[in-house]
């Protein structure tokens, strides 16, 4: 007796194409969707075999917040997509929830003009849909901070294992409930450090009070640093951001304090996705088991997607992009 193999494989693992930082850019996003196969088909954008896990940072900057929040949204509720939580929306929740009664915070984040900056084309955008952005806002607890399939992760900004398994016993969930959300905006809490390390990655202070002056701009006195970083020996082993650092102090050599900062994702560990980090160079890999995504689709770079399978070692040629046009 014969038997016919059939082509559907039961036991194969879900693919996913993995898409970095929207930022309103709501037309890109359903390019790069149609690119890689998805049609808008009852009621959310679907594909036949694979599905979508967004890196968070869908809100603030771009020219179509809403019209993207909804795309991401209606796939999620279909089971046809998942999402991690960036800092943009976390931003959002602090910046929209006021505090308790007898808190120091008449806002979880004080609404001063930096930070409304931040958040001000998400906040005009929805200046007529009210209850539509309180429903965002709602959604947004439950986001969860990181995602673990059995053969990658996901995560905003920087995985961490200590600090993802420590706040995994008080939020089973992995979402940051109203109760963390308000605990979050004290100074020094265990969530806040937890939301702030997974959203916005590793940074070194700079010594002697210095700063460095960012493209924006900005006086910064911070760096940014890689979370994967190998014994490194300098300043510019670390350094993870799109403004370098001046010469002389890229030659630092890192004190044992700083070193003890720093986290080390080995290579031995399953491939973590990324976004937030504002690349432009030609999407890659990072190293073999580490992707960022974001290639400040919202500055008129790219919108990325990477089309990931079964693979442990990860691949250029699986990049997928659309480049971002004026909307
Ligand atoms: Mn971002």
New binding site residues.
């Given amino acids: 007796m014969e038997f016919i193999k059939t082509k559907t494989n039961t036991s194969a693992k879900q693919a996913y194409d993995l898409i970095g930082?929207v930022?309103g850019c709501a037309h890109s996003l359903e390019s790069l969707l149609k690119k890689m196969g998805y049609q808008h088909r009852q009621g959310c954008y679907r594909h036949p075999q694979r599905k979508v896990i967004f890196v968070?940072?869908i809100v603030?900057r771009g020219p179509r917040i809403r019209e993207a929040l909804h795309i991401v949204k209606d796939m999620i509720d279909q089971n046809q997509a998942e999402i991690v939580l960036?800092?943009?929306e976390y931003n959002a929740m602090c910046y929209c929830t006021e505090g308790r009664k007898g808190s120091a915070h008449q806002y979880l984040r004080e609404h001063n003009a930096r930070h409304h900056r931040l958040i001000r084309e998400t906040l005009e955008q929805f200046e007529d849909f009210h209850q539509e952005w309180k429903e965002f806002l709602a959604w947004f607890h439950e986001i969860p901070l990181f995602i673990e399939k059995e053969n990658f992760r996901v995560v905003?900004a920087c995985w961490d294992n200590e600090i993802i398994s420590r706040f995994k016993e008080i939020s089973p969930t992995h979402c940051v409930n109203e109760g963390l959300l308000h605990d979050s905006a004290e100074i020094g809490s265990f969530s806040g450090g937890v939301i702030d390390k997974l959203t916005r990655g590793t940074a070194l202070e700079l010594p002697n009070g210095e700063t460095i002056l960012g493209k924006d701009g900005l006086a910064r006195h911070m760096f940014r640093t890689k979370f994967w970083s190998d014994n490194p020996q300098t300043y510019n082993d670390v350094v993870f951001q799109p403004d370098p650092l001046p010469v002389d102090m890229a030659q630092r050599t890192l004190s044992a304090i700083e070193k003890q900062k720093l986290l080390h994702y080995s290579s031995s560990e399953l491939p973590v996705f990324v976004?937030?980090y504002?690349m432009s160079s030609e999407p890659a890999p990072i190293i073999d088991n580490i992707a960022c995504l974001?290639y400040s689709a919202?500055k008129y770079g790219r919108l990325v997607a990477y089309r990931m399978d079964d693979e442990q070692c990860l691949s250029r040629e699986k990049f997928i992009w659309v480049d971002v046009s004026r909307e």
Avoid: F, I, P
């Fill in positions: 930082d930022h968070g940072d603030d960036g800092n943009h905003h976004g937030h504002w974001d919202v």
